[in-house]
Protein backbone atom coordinates (compact mmCIF):
# COMPACT_ATOMS: atom_id res chain seq x y z
CA UNK A 1 0.00 0.00 0.00
CA UNK A 2 1.48 3.17 -1.06
CA UNK A 3 -0.57 5.82 1.19
CA UNK A 4 -0.04 5.63 4.67
CA UNK A 5 3.07 3.09 4.13
CA UNK A 6 6.94 3.17 4.82
CA UNK A 7 7.63 5.29 1.88
CA UNK A 8 5.10 8.00 3.07
CA UNK A 9 7.05 8.30 6.08
CA UNK A 10 10.00 8.56 4.34
CA UNK A 11 8.85 11.61 2.34
CA UNK A 12 7.76 13.36 4.92
CA UNK A 13 10.54 13.01 6.85
CA UNK A 14 12.89 14.56 3.62
CA UNK A 15 10.57 16.65 3.05
CA UNK A 16 10.82 18.35 6.98
CA UNK A 17 14.41 17.86 6.54
CA UNK A 18 14.23 19.73 3.10
CA UNK A 19 16.48 16.83 1.75
CA UNK A 20 16.03 16.82 -2.41
CA UNK A 21 17.30 13.45 -3.55
CA UNK A 22 15.00 11.06 -5.94
CA UNK A 23 13.01 8.84 -4.28
CA UNK A 24 11.23 5.59 -5.98
CA UNK A 25 8.48 4.80 -3.41
CA UNK A 26 6.47 1.42 -4.50
CA UNK A 27 3.76 -0.90 -2.50
CA UNK A 28 1.19 -3.71 -2.92
CA UNK A 29 -2.62 -3.12 -3.24
CA UNK A 30 -4.58 -1.50 -1.37
CA UNK A 31 -7.06 -4.76 -0.88
CA UNK A 32 -6.96 -7.74 1.29
CA UNK A 33 -4.93 -10.59 -0.36
CA UNK A 34 -6.42 -13.80 -1.21
CA UNK A 35 -4.92 -17.46 0.52
CA UNK A 36 -1.91 -18.05 -1.55
CA UNK A 37 1.90 -18.88 -0.30
CA UNK A 38 3.73 -16.04 0.16
CA UNK A 39 5.58 -16.03 -3.14
CA UNK A 40 2.39 -15.81 -5.01
CA UNK A 41 1.33 -12.88 -2.87
CA UNK A 42 4.34 -11.08 -3.40
CA UNK A 43 4.14 -11.54 -6.95
CA UNK A 44 -0.19 -10.50 -6.69
CA UNK A 45 1.09 -7.62 -5.26
CA UNK A 46 3.87 -6.49 -7.72
CA UNK A 47 6.51 -6.54 -5.09
CA UNK A 48 8.26 -9.75 -5.48
CA UNK A 49 12.36 -9.90 -5.59
CA UNK A 50 12.15 -9.44 -9.58
CA UNK A 51 9.31 -7.12 -10.07
CA UNK A 52 11.30 -4.45 -7.43
CA UNK A 53 14.27 -5.31 -9.50
CA UNK A 54 12.60 -4.29 -12.85
CA UNK A 55 10.91 -1.12 -10.63
CA UNK A 56 14.35 -0.02 -9.79
CA UNK A 57 16.21 -0.38 -13.05
CA UNK A 58 13.56 1.39 -14.94
CA UNK A 59 13.77 4.06 -12.91
CA UNK A 60 17.63 4.19 -13.24
CA UNK A 61 16.83 3.93 -16.57
CA UNK A 62 14.45 6.64 -17.12
CA UNK A 63 16.32 9.08 -14.95
CA UNK A 64 19.34 8.57 -15.96
CA UNK A 65 20.79 8.19 -12.45
CA UNK A 66 24.59 6.14 -14.16
CA UNK A 67 26.75 7.10 -15.93
CA UNK A 68 27.82 4.91 -18.85
CA UNK A 69 30.72 3.40 -17.22
CA UNK A 70 28.57 2.68 -14.13
CA UNK A 71 25.96 1.03 -16.06
CA UNK A 72 27.90 -1.94 -16.55
CA UNK A 73 27.21 -3.00 -13.19
CA UNK A 74 23.06 -3.35 -14.59
CA UNK A 75 22.37 -6.14 -16.02
CA UNK A 76 18.98 -6.32 -18.19
CA UNK A 77 17.36 -9.33 -18.02
Known amino acids: MLAGGAGSAVLEFLSKEEIKIDFLSFGSKDEFPQHASRDEQLIDSNIS ?21 DSSNIKDD
Open 49 to 69: EENIEKLVKEYIKNNNLLSIS
